[in-house]
């Protein structure tokens, strides 16, 4: 995605620079856009700190007025923001477009966006060309894609490039057809390869790892073994980090949620209130009523 000169610009993160302060990820004072040598320092003070997705600017500055340190623009965008089944059809240019708007809605949060499913598989040329047209074109300050051991190549490119990266490990969404949705690591031999796709995503240089549903013995084993922080989803309390799809977390997402999750408002029952309580004013005639109206 480019931007036309009458196009405002994305509003773009700053270069990542080391932040002496010392201040909490969460609850800090620092105006400033948190960075990946935040996020490390973090990991060495032993702190822990939230994540939430986000796909729009409005939702977007929400949370960082709420002092959410990390947003996710995350390709589960496809399940719960564009009406897909799965995160597979999610395309670059629908990436692009709404981390653009999440940047654009934040000031201080680190925004990290997800290469989606065949933007980075072919090789580590297609990630580059993938990463580096969302950091420039949507002004994001780091990227995620899935994988431990076959994407060693692409997180390597990416970070010697300049371009931090967040890695994904454990369930992979995008392998949806192939794994299922289930958890991962169970096994001795499961275990065994997930705690090598954990060492080889730090060793390719990424900032930080996602675990997602992965048991929590093995997630703590992991997140003992890694000088990087380990975000967890489904993979119990002992990760640095939490994260969840927002729309979990206040009630928009309808029927079943993943047990992992915890609903902490219902949304969609204000919002179903909200719309029921317009249309019948409308209907019966008491909305608008004078001090609506213009003379």
């Given at each position: 995605m480019?931007?036309s000169?009458a196009?405002?610009?994305?509003?773009?993160q700053?270069p990542?620079?080391?932040?002496?302060?010392?201040?909490?990820?969460?609850?800090?004072?620092s105006?400033?856009?948190?960075?990946?040598?935040?996020?490390?320092?973090a990991?060495?003070?032993?702190?822990k700190?939230p994540?939430?997705?986000?796909?729009?600017a409005m939702?977007?500055?929400?949370?960082?007025e709420?002092?959410i340190?990390?947003?996710?623009?995350?390709?589960?965008?496809?399940?719960?923001?564009?009406g897909?089944?799965?995160?597979?059809?999610?395309?670059?240019?629908?990436?692009?477009?709404?981390?653009?708007?999440?940047?654009?809605?934040?000031?201080?949060?680190l925004?990290v966006?997800d290469?989606p499913?065949g933007?980075?598989?072919?090789?580590?040329?297609?990630?580059?060309?993938?990463?580096?047209r969302?950091?420039?074109?949507?002004?994001?300050?780091?990227?995620?894609?899935?994988?431990?051991?076959r994407?060693?190549e692409?997180?390597?490119?990416?970070?010697?490039?300049?371009?931090?990266?967040?890695?994904?490990i454990?369930?992979?969404?995008?392998?949806?057809?192939a794994m299922?949705?289930?958890?991962?690591?169970?096994g001795e031999?499961?275990?065994q390869?997930?705690l090598?796709?954990?060492?080889?995503?730090?060793?390719?240089?990424?900032?930080?790892?996602?675990l997602e549903?992965?048991?929590g013995e093995l997630?703590?084993?992991?997140?003992r073994?890694?000088h990087?922080?380990?975000?967890?989803?489904?993979?119990?309390?002992?990760?640095?980090?939490?994260?969840?799809?927002?729309?979990d977390?206040?009630?928009l997402?309808?029927?079943?949620?993943?047990?992992?999750?915890?609903?902490?408002?219902?949304?969609?029952?204000?919002?179903?209130?909200a719309a029921?309580?317009?249309?019948?004013?409308?209907?019966?005639?008491?909305?608008?009523?004078?001090?609506?109206?213009?003379?």
């Open positions: 480019t931007f000169s196009d405002p610009a994305p509003s773009r700053a990542a620079t080391a932040d002496s302060s010392g201040k909490a990820l969460y609850g800090g004072k105006s400033r856009r948190i960075t990946v040598h935040d996020i490390a320092a990991k060495e003070r032993g702190e700190w994540m939430l997705t986000a796909y729009d939702t977007a500055s929400v949370f960082d709420s002092g340190p990390v947003m996710l623009v995350g390709d589960s965008m496809g399940n719960c923001h564009l897909y089944e799965t995160t597979v059809p999610v395309t670059l240019d629908e990436m692009a477009m709404l981390s653009a708007a999440v940047v654009r809605g934040t000031k201080r949060a925004i966006a290469l499913f933007s980075y598989q072919e090789g580590p040329v297609q990630a580059l060309r993938s990463a580096t969302l950091v420039k074109d949507a002004g994001v300050g780091a990227v995620k894609l899935e994988g431990g051991e994407s060693h692409q997180i390597s490119l990416l970070v010697a490039s300049g371009i931090p990266v967040m890695g994904h454990g369930l992979t969404p995008q392998s949806v057809n299922g949705y289930r958890v991962q690591g169970r031999e499961a275990a390869q997930l090598r796709d954990a060492k080889a995503v730090q060793d390719a240089g990424a900032f930080a790892v996602v549903l992965v048991p997630a703590a084993e992991v997140t073994s890694l990087i922080p380990t975000v967890g989803i489904g993979a119990g309390p002992t990760t640095d980090a939490q994260v969840l799809v927002y729309t977390m206040v009630g997402t309808p029927g079943r949620v993943p047990r992992f999750t915890k609903q902490y408002a219902n949304l969609r029952e204000t919002l179903g209130g029921r309580a317009f249309a019948e004013e409308v209907v019966g005639g008491t909305f608008p009523q004078e001090e609506h109206t213009f003379h």
